[in-house]
Structures are given as structure tokens and as C-alpha cells.
């Protein structure tokens, strides 16, 4: 039994705070089973000020999207010099930053798709890429605001340019890649298992698929070739690293394997600050290596540090 005091960070103001604070409580809970001392902090905007009151040991951090995932919680926690779970601010920064990630990944050798960057509003009435492609807010996480292009699309989205647009004027323009969806997790220095995610009833791994019971099936191990399986493994390690990610990470793949079994193994993304819900990937990772919920956890919590 540990005793340390330990503040779970969530809720927050992002778009994903439905999540965070799921993933928080789900946290929350099982940390206290295990011992520790927790406080539950629902992040406003006064935040630094209701940590320096609390001085906890480690500040767990379960908040998602921008403020909790990019790069700007982290600094606030190393300038009160409160050891936090998770990546550091750097790290943190380039992740969240879906083209900053790319480039990095891309000079690291781990395989990307196509892509440009461009200002929302000059989408005019020529496709950016040829379809089909898909459309990504830079600086968004949960796959708020993608939007998919067809192959039979004959002018680029509209919403992109509407004013209901609410994820920034930065877009990332991506070739879209067909087959099916993997994710690794990594804890420290090692890959866990890989997933397939199916999404049930959805063209891909969006919102619902990710967050509502039943909105997509998990198959871990993932069934596939044992050497794209080892492959996965290593390209999020690679991913990981070559980004200074701490803690746990999570990396997402397509894999086309419709003209050879090889196939065509693709990068998408990584994410520092993993969904904690009862119907996230990364804890069913961890169960999948022996660990239980709890000792997942616990080992997060011991693993905190300022300066990552």
C-alpha cells in the first residue's frame, strides 16, 4: 500500500471532456483500491492555483485534448514543480501536432501516408489531394473534425470552410488508406499487444466507435502475420521514442492487405494521454500482459517525474 496522495487531473474544457472525466473516475476509483491517497480535481481554468493549495505527491493526468495533451498542463505542473504522469511538455507539444508528429515519425523511417498542411479557408473548388482523402484538424484528438472524402467526391468538403467550424484554420490533408485498423500501446520501454480495432456500424474508428458500448470490437492479439505483428511493435516503440513520449503511448496503424499479404503498413498517429475508460485499448492492453487495472496504474503513478 503506497499512501502517496495523488490528484487525478480531468474534465477540463476540451471537447473530450465526456471522456476525460470517464477515464478520471475510472482512474480515480481503482487507484484508491490500491491504496493511494486521491483527490478528484476537475480542471478549470484556476488550476494552477488549486494545485499549489494541494501539493499532491503526483498528479495523475487523465485529461484529453488540447490544454491536457499538448504540451500546456505539463508546463503548469513543472512550474510548480508537482511530478505528473504521462509525457513532458515537449513531447507532449509534437504529439498533439499531427503534422509536427509526422515529420518526425518520417525522418525516424517509420512508414507515413502522403500529406499536406494547409489554412481551412483556402480549400477553394479544386480537390487539395486527389480522392479519396481524409481531412484532420491538426491540433485535435478523438477524431473530432475529421472529415472523409470519397473517391467519387467532385468538390473538396464544405463544413471545412464553413464558420460551424470549430477545430482551428490549420487542416491536415491525408491520403486516405483502405484496410483495416491496428493500435499498440507502449509502457515504458516495451510494446504491448496489438489490436484490431472493427468499428460496428461505422465507416471508421470515429467518436462512437471509440467511446460508446459496442461501437467497435477489439481483437487482441490482433490476428495477422506474426512479422507485421513484430512490425507494429517496433514501429511504435520507434514512435515513441523518436518523439520523447514518457509513460504510456499509443500508436495507430492501417494496414492494406487487399493485393498482397505483406500489405502496406501505415502510420497514423500517436497519442500521449491513452483513453482510462472501461472500453479503452491501452488498459485492455496491460490486462493482456498480466497486468491487472489496478497495477497499470500504479506503475503510471510510480513512474511520474518533473522534467520528462
Avoid at 508537482?82 to 509525457?87: D, E, F, K, N
Avoid at 472500453?279 to 517525474?305: C, K, N, Q, R
Wanted: charged share 20%; aromatic share 8%.
Amino acid at each position: 500500500m503506497s499512501g502517496k496522495h495523488v490528484a487525478v487531473l480531468m474534465g477540463g474544457f476540451s471537447s473530450e471532456r465526456p471522456v476525460s472525466l470517464s477515464s478520471g473516475t475510472a482512474c480515480a476509483d481503482a487507484l484508491e483500491a490500491e491504496g493511494y491517497r486521491v483527490t478528484r480535481v476537475d480542471v478549470s481554468h484556476d488550476i494552477a492555483s488549486v494545485l499549489a493549495d494541494l501539493r499532491p505527491d503526483v498528479a495523475f493526468n487523465a485529461l484529453h485534448g488540447p490544454f491536457g495533451e499538448d504540451g500546456t498542463i505539463q508546463g503548469i505542473l513543472e512550474y510548480l514543480e508537482i511530478p505528473y504522469t504521462h509525457s513532458g511538455v515537449l513531447a507532449s507539444a509534437l504529439a498533439m501536432d499531427k503534422a509536427q508528429a509526422k515529420i518526425i515519425a518520417a525522418a525516424a523511417g517509420i512508414p507515413t501516408a502522403e500529406a499536406r498542411v494547409m489554412d481551412r479557408h483556402d480549400f477553394g473548388v479544386q480537390h487539395p489531394l486527389k480522392p479519396p482523402y481524409v481531412v484532420k484538424p491538426v491540433r485535435e484528438g478523438s477524431s473530432f473534425g475529421v472529415v472523409m472524402v470519397k473517391e467519387d467526391q467532385s468538390h473538396p468538403p464544405q463544413i471545412v470552410t464553413s464558420s460551424e467550424w470549430r477545430y482551428g484554420d490549420r487542416v491536415m490533408v491525408e491520403r486516405y488508406i483502405a484496410g483495416r485498423e491496428f493500435t499498440c500501446g507502449v509502457m515504458g520501454g516495451r510494446a504491448l499487444g496489438v489490436t484490431e480495432v472493427i468499428p460496428q456500424g461505422h465507416a471508421f474508428y470515429d467518436y462512437d466507435s471509440k467511446y460508446v458500448k459496442g461501437g467497435s470490437k477489439h481483437v487482441i492479439p490482433a490476428e495477422v502475420l506474426p512479422n507485421i505483428y513484430q512490425k507494429i511493435q517496433t514501429l511504435s516503440l520507434t514512435a515513441h521514442q523518436a518523439i520523447g513520449c514518457r509513460g504510456v503511448s499509443r500508436s495507430d496503424f492501417r494496414f492494406d492487405d487487399r493485393f498482397s499479404e505483406d500489405g502496406d503498413l501505415i502510420w497514423l498517429e500517436i497519442n500521449t494521454q491513452p483513453g482510462m475508460t472501461p472500453t479503452s485499448l491501452v488498459p485492455e492492453m496491460a490486462v493482456h500482459a498480466g497486468h491487472t487495472f489496478g497495477e497499470f496504474l500504479s506503475w503510471i503513478v510510480e513512474d511520474a517525474s518533473c522534467l520528462r
